[in-house]
Each structure stands twice: as structure tokens, then as C-alpha cells.
């Protein structure tokens, strides 16, 4: 899961705020394992994408919706993200088909 702290009297998503974007920016930078470590069906992958990529937020009410503003940014991010957590599945004897599962788990996160 991710967890920020601080923000909760700020009315912006945790997309909009540039201190926040530019720390998960230089967090994923260090630690490109995030894909293997966060839940599923929970928002945390389309959430860490929408901190690390171009979006737009959307209002309508209460509620909020994120655009992601280039398709191309989004699959390098993650394909980078992919290929740099790979080092995690040599190290550690994870096959390539439960690295497959993985990786379509997450891609999975972000159709709707």
C-alpha cells in the first residue's frame, strides 16, 4: 500500500502535489520493485503510475478521476519499472512465469 502523510487538509490529489510526485520520482529512481510489493484491486498501482507520469485530474462532484496524459509515457514507465525489478527475480529464484503473472497483474490494474 501506499501511505503519505501530511496532506490531509490539502484539497489537491496526491498526483497534483509537486513534493510528492518528485519524492516517489526519486524513491522509484532507488527502488524500481514496486510493481512485486503492491496490492492489487486497491488503486496502488494506478496510484504510483499517476505519481510517476503526466495526468490529469478530473472533477465532478466528490469524486475525482485521473487521466493519464501520455500512453507512451505510462508503458515506458512501467516497462521500465518491469526491467529494472527484474534484477529481484534472478536474485532471488523467482521463475519467469510467476514474473509473467506478475507483470499482467499489474498491467491489469490499469484497464478498466
Known amino acids: 500500500m501506499i501511505q503519505v502523510l501530511g496532506y490531509d487538509s490539502d484539497h489537491r490529489e496526491l498526483a497534483e502535489i509537486p513534493e510528492v510526485r518528485a519524492f516517489f520520482a526519486r524513491l522509484a529512481q532507488e527502488w524500481p520493485h514496486w510493481m512485486w510489493f503492491l496490492h492489487r484491486h486497491v488503486g496502488a498501482i494506478h496510484l504510483l503510475l499517476a505519481l510517476l507520469c503526466k495526468v490529469k485530474i478530473h472533477r465532478r462532484g466528490s469524486s475525482t478521476g485521473t487521466e493519464f496524459l501520455d500512453r507512451h509515457e505510462l508503458a515506458a514507465q512501467m516497462a521500465d519499472l518491469f526491467q529494472r525489478g527484474n534484477a529481484m527475480f534472478e536474485a532471488f529464484g523467482i521463475s519467469e512465469s510467476e514474473?509473467?503473472?506478475?507483470?499482467?497483474?499489474?498491467?491489469?490494474?490499469l484497464v478498466p
Request: contains cysteine; glycine residues 0%.
Open 99 to 109: 514474473a509473467e503473472a506478475s507483470c499482467e497483474s499489474a498491467c491489469a490494474e
